[in-house]
């Protein structure tokens, strides 16, 4: 069967598929791992896109819409290479997600909020993204940090060349 949507892949529909095995009752479960397979791909969240997950879950756009704009995450940037979200809710906060801020903006010439002047980093200060335990949590792409294990500049820096 052909596929009949622009964004909505093949191989994206067969994911969806995949997770529908696990959460078969409501197809609003299935739209933030659907997000996250479009995300990965595109790296970006395509407006049509939107349109297309919510015909093909047969929900209303508004409830795809509403968690696109809920959740920093999906907001991502096209123009960096590389996205880093830092979460600064209250977890974060109390274990100094500014420090690590500090230091992340020190290695990549970025500041939150903006691209490095190579175009390597995009820093984006996000809500919680659902890592509390490991707070302050971060994410390089789609790749999570305990930000609690990073001591030095010398630790982040490791991190960061991986990408580099
Ligand atoms: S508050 Fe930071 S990950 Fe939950």
Redesign the pocket.
């Known amino acids: 069967m052909k596929v009949k949507y622009e964004y909505l892949t093949q191989d994206i529909i067969d994911k969806i598929e995949e997770y529908r095995k696990e959460f078969p009752y409501y197809p609003q479960q299935l739209i933030i791992p659907a997000l996250h397979e479009i995300l990965y791909k595109y790296r970006d969240i395509p407006e049509e896109a939107i349109y297309e997950l919510a015909d093909y879950l047969k929900v209303h756009p508004s409830e795809v819409e509403g968690i696109v704009t809920f959740y920093d995450m999906f907001r991502h940037k096209k123009n960096a290479k590389h996205h880093i979200r830092i979460?600064?809710?209250?977890?974060?906060?109390l274990?100094k997600?500014k420090n690590l801020l500090k230091m992340i903006e020190n290695l990549t010439g970025a500041k939150a909020g903006g691209n490095s002047e190579d175009g390597m980093w995009y820093i984006e200060l996000v809500?919680?993204?659902?890592?509390?335990a490991?707070?302050?949590?971060f994410l390089i792409d789609d790749d999570l940090y305990d930000g609690s294990q990073i001591k030095s500049e010398e630790d982040l820096r490791k991190i960061l060349e991986k990408y580099r």
Do not use: D, F, K, Q
């Open positions: 979460c600064r809710n209250l977890p974060c906060h274990a997600y809500e919680c993204i659902g890592s509390c490991i707070a302050p949590a």
